[in-house]
């Protein structure tokens, strides 16, 4: 059983394949203080239900037509005058598509997804709109994490929907096999990734093919947390985190250990982040790393018998998880009727009754939106035995552990730059060469916001 296309393309969202800089490039204003100087829009400040038909546009990278379909219908059915347009996009021409149309009044988009970490990076470029006195009351609606990452400069720029967090599955037979004890699904009970290493190792010698894999095996949601839990933060420092910051000793301490695992055998080279949740369904995996969004296809798996744990954290080092996920941002050009008929739609999807996931079939991610995460983790997945205590440790990491991604305006660059970094150290590079070769690489690329 393969995970349905949006989750796949949420995925891509979180870790950020290689993208259109030029795009970015051509659109971007000062940035200097990596703030939100060019937001140079304001939604309305109340909202009105229109009197007249209104059509606005939503141009989106989380989802396809058909998975958002009844989101739109049950938005259609309450608010009758107003017709959203959904254009699906692929992530990897997401950020040409919004550079263009965002600065286009024939073909203009009035409503569209925002990967998280680029909130900085689209509000000083100017693509997205004040929401700070529509939606005033946010704090109470949204998960904090969540409600940080749709702020730029102090001001709520975007309207968070979904979040995310990652737990660590492992199978219950290969560690039998090897004589391991289980871990405990309790927050408190967080191994150290030596440990986990240590008991991989006898993993595999007792019949594993791999030991330990993550799923998104060379992304850096997945990875940061490792830096930041070795105590080498975000990547980033100094204004608008606009030095680099990768090759401190935590990040050397995580990526050296990190390249370990491939050198090791205990992870694999050359397998697409696509094709790791199979590995592990497949029954080849000790310890995986991954979302709970995989939860369908291993329930599904009836000869598979896994258990949840914590994501790991270094020895004497701090817990640290990945989060974040798409929020919605509104075109500050947009018209003040269609603005209006969008924050309308910006409000169904992340406050009301819960948002947006109510409407969905298929278990994916969880709702920024409080109510709706608490319908969530009441999914019918999360009920089968082999999910013993997932809820409890998915809400503890959320409120506990969770770590944005690195918060700047060059964001998007730093991403790519990170990517191609993990693959080298995956594919042998020693780890402080990768990451001082990645360091130079940044700081040429950060220059023009720094001007």
């Not at 529509?134 to 940080?148: I, N």
């Not at 968070?160 to 004890?181: D, E, F, H, R, V």
């Not at 990768?246 to 094709?275: C, I, M």
């Not at 503890?396 to 991403?415: C, I, M, P």
Request: some cysteine.
């Amino acid at each position: 059983m393969r995970p349905h296309n949006g989750v796949t393309r949420w995925l891509a969202a979180g870790v950020g394949t290689a993208l259109a800089l030029t795009a970015f490039t051509a659109c971007s204003g000062s940035g200097g203080s990596g703030g939100s100087g060019s937001i140079n829009g304001t939604a309305p400040a109340s909202l009105t239900e229109p009197t007249q038909p209104i059509t606005v546009t939503y141009a989106g990278a989380a989802y396809d037509a058909k998975q958002i379909q009844p989101v739109l219908d049950a938005f259609h059915k309450e608010h009758p005058k107003i017709t959203v347009k959904y254009e699906a996009v692929p992530f990897d021409d997401f950020n040409s598509v919004l550079a263009a149309r965002l600065t286009s009044s024939k073909d203009a988009i009035d409503v569209f997804d925002v990967d998280m970490p680029r909130t900085s990076a689209y509000a000083a470029r100017g693509w997205l709109a004040d929401l700070t006195k529509t939606f005033p009351d946010l704090k109470s609606a949204v998960d904090p994490g969540s409600l940080k990452a749709a702020t730029a400069n102090g001001k709520l720029v975007t309207m968070p929907y979904q979040t995310s967090t990652n737990i660590m599955y492992y199978n219950k037979a290969l560690l039998t096999a090897a004589g391991i004890t289980a871990p405990s699904a309790a927050p408190e009970a967080r191994q150290t990734w030596e440990q986990v290493t240590d008991d991989a190792k006898k993993a595999k010698a007792a019949g594993a093919q791999y030991g330990l894999v993550f799923d998104q095996i060379d992304r850096h949601y997945q990875l940061q947390p490792l830096a930041e839990s070795a105590d080498g933060g975000p990547g980033g420092k100094g204004t608008g985190n606009l030095t680099p910051a990768v090759t401190n000793a935590g990040w050397q301490k995580a990526f050296s250990w990190y390249g370990s695992l491939f050198a090791d055998g205990l992870s694999p080279r050359g397998v697409a982040v696509a094709d790791t949740p199979s590995l592990f369904a497949a029954g080849k995996v000790a310890y995986y790393v991954g979302g709970p969004w995989w939860g369908t296809q291993f329930v599904g798996e009836k000869g598979l018998d896994f258990g949840v744990a914590p994501f790991p954290a270094f020895d004497g080092g701090k817990a640290a998880t990945p989060t974040g996920g798409w929020s919605l941002g509104l075109n500050p050009k947009a018209s003040t009727e269609k603005a209006n008929a969008a924050a309308l739609f910006m409000k169904f999807m992340g406050i009301d009754k819960g948002g947006y996931a109510q409407y969905l079939s298929a278990l994916a991610v969880p709702p920024s939106n409080l109510d709706g995460a608490a319908k969530f983790y009441e999914s019918d997945t999360f009920k089968d035995p082999r999910f013993a205590g997932v809820v409890d440790l998915m809400k503890s990491e959320l409120a506990h552990t969770s770590t944005l991604r690195l918060q700047t305006v060059g964001y998007v660059e730093f991403e790519d730059i990170m990517t191609k970094t993990f693959d080298d150290i995956i594919n042998g590079t020693d780890a402080k060469t990768a990451l001082a070769s990645a360091s130079s690489q940044l700081d040429d690329a950060w220059a023009k916001y720094r001007k």
